[in-house]
């Protein structure tokens, strides 16, 4: 791995513990509070102050979670991210002070799985752990799971695999679920609180985390992102898969009110 530094062997998560969590921060007191509640929720912590240092621990002890700050000295965290995706699927939390929607975006791009905007709560935060571990866990289907398709979409849940008019998607584990859930419910239209709770097991959370998903799954599977035929905006609920639009724009049809939310929530 380019720039990874060899690291000392790192031995396996501990029996009884509920996996390995790799917490990337350079703050110290930061860092040693996010350690000690992922410690007290039964989990195995290593810890990284620098992107190389990172990326060593990540290539001896494969986590089952990175916890990864953006900004970090010498390598930031985008660029973290994307080394680690590069050797092999793990799924990440970003930490950031800022919270603008383009580093969510960015974030979320570059296989991100969910952000935390500084300050947070701790408690909240290994919540989130806990709900990203426990999908990325349930990732896996049960033996003989069906393909889903329509609307030129193909999902292969047993492989973790999409595709776009027979053309590969790259999604991000978030973005996979979020597609194959409006895929096994077309026509059917659903709130962001409903899809926060429904697709990723939320009870609590940012609601625009939503609304960036849903942006970044039409960048990917819509023919004119910015006039979506597939993931159609619902005027006062929320958004709606259609299998079955007609005509290349994807406002026909629509009334003025969907056409306003639609523009509020690209």
């Not at 720039?3 to 860092?31: I, K, Q, Y």
């Amino acid at each position: 791995m380019e720039n990874t530094p060899s690291a000392h062997p790192v031995t396996p998560a501990p029996e009884g513990t509920r996996g390995r969590v790799l917490v990337v921060d350079d703050d110290p007191t930061v860092a040693e509070v996010v350690v000690g509640y992922l410690h007290r929720a039964g989990y195995a912590v290593e810890q990284a102050d620098d992107g190389p240092a990172a990326l060593g621990l990540f290539a001896a002890c494969r986590p089952d979670l990175v916890v990864l700050d953006l900004m970090l000295p010498a390598m930031d965290g985008f660029e973290v991210c994307r080394r680690m995706r590069e050797h092999g699927p793990v799924p990440v939390i970003m930490l950031t002070a800022r919270g603008d929607e383009e580093d969510r975006i960015l974030g979320l791009e570059t296989g991100a799985d969910d952000y935390v905007t500084k300050p947070f709560s701790p408690r909240e935060l290994v919540l989130r752990v806990d709900s990203v571990l426990r999908r990325a866990r349930a990732a896996v289907p049960a033996e003989g799971a069906g393909a889903l398709s329509g609307g030129g979409l193909r999902l292969d849940p047993a492989a973790r695999r999409a595709y776009r008019n027979g053309n590969a998607l790259a999604l991000t584990l978030r973005e996979f679920d979020l597609l194959a859930f409006l895929l096994r419910h077309p026509g059917k239209a659903f709130g962001r609180e409903e899809l926060m709770r429904e697709v990723w097991g939320w009870d609590f959370g940012d609601l625009s985390t939503v609304t960036v998903h849903i942006r970044r799954l039409r960048g990917k599977v819509e023919q004119d992102p910015a006039r979506p035929r597939l993931i159609r905006t619902v005027w006062g609920v929320g958004y709606r898969l259609d299998l079955d639009a007609q005509g290349p724009d994807a406002d026909a049809g629509a009334g003025p009110g969907e056409r306003r939310e639609r523009g509020r929530a690209r």
